[in-house]
Each structure stands twice: as C-alpha cells, then as structure tokens.
C-alpha cells in the first residue's frame, strides 16, 4: 500500500485559488486516488476522485471549481481550487486504494478508500 502526504494548505480571500498537492511514497499507477474534507463540527465530504485511466468525478458543491489531476511520473495527485469560498474552509485530505475492476464506479465511491493522509488546512476568508 502506498502511504499518502498533502501539502499546498493555505490562507487565502474569497475567489483565490490553491494547488493542494499529495505525494504518493510509491508506484501510484494501480490506485484510485480522492480528496475529501473535513470542516469543524462536521462530517467529512468526499470532493473528487480519479481512476487509474483519467475518470473523474466531482461533489456537486465544486463542479466547475475544483480540477483533480494525477501525475503518475511523479507519484503525486494535484487538486487545483479555483474561486475560492469561505465554504471551502476545511482540512483536505488525499486517499488512495488499489483500483478494483470487478465492481463498477469503484473509484467514485469514497467508502472504498482505505489509505488517508493527514491532511492540509485550507482557510477562505471573506
């Protein structure tokens, strides 16, 4: 199993934009990968996800905002947030689990996810 790190966690105004990034410690080729965030008092949200052949999929709240991409040559997964909102404040967290192919939808289904970094703060202020 890979271990997962994020970085790129930062304080920014109201429609700036992050590039979040996770650095797998290993061949990330086979994985799924995600992103999810948790806000304080609150349960944590799946964001996005990518396949091992590109697929993506998108929470309804970031559709049109966010971008999940992956970098296989270099073992790392981006996800570039764009017009930020003070929604968007959260602690961000990057997931990974081998892609299985016997079950349809496998990597848009955060329950499957079973390898979690320790996340990066992102604050929006308004």
């Known amino acids: 199993q890979v271990q997962v790190t994020e970085s790129g966690g930062d304080s920014v105004q109201a429609g700036g934009s992050l590039r979040l990034s996770c650095a797998a410690s290993?061949?990330?080729?086979?994985?799924?990968m995600s992103w999810s965030r948790q806000a304080p008092g609150k349960e944590r949200e799946g964001v996005a996800t990518?396949?091992?052949?590109?697929?993506?999929s998108y929470a309804d709240s970031v559709k049109g905002r966010f971008t999940i991409s992956r970098d296989n040559a270099k073992n790392t997964l981006y996800l570039q947030l764009n017009n930020l909102k003070p929604e968007d404040t959260a602690m961000y967290y990057c997931?990974?689990?081998?892609?299985?192919?016997?079950?349809?939808?496998?990597?848009?289904?955060?329950?499957?996810?079973?390898?979690w970094g320790q996340g990066t703060q992102v604050t929006v202020s308004s």
């Open positions: 997931a990974a689990v081998r892609q299985s192919f016997l079950i349809s939808n496998f990597c848009s289904d955060f329950k499957n996810y079973n390898n």
């Open positions: 290993g061949y990330m080729n086979p994985y799924c």
């Open positions: 990518i396949s091992i052949g590109d697929l993506t």
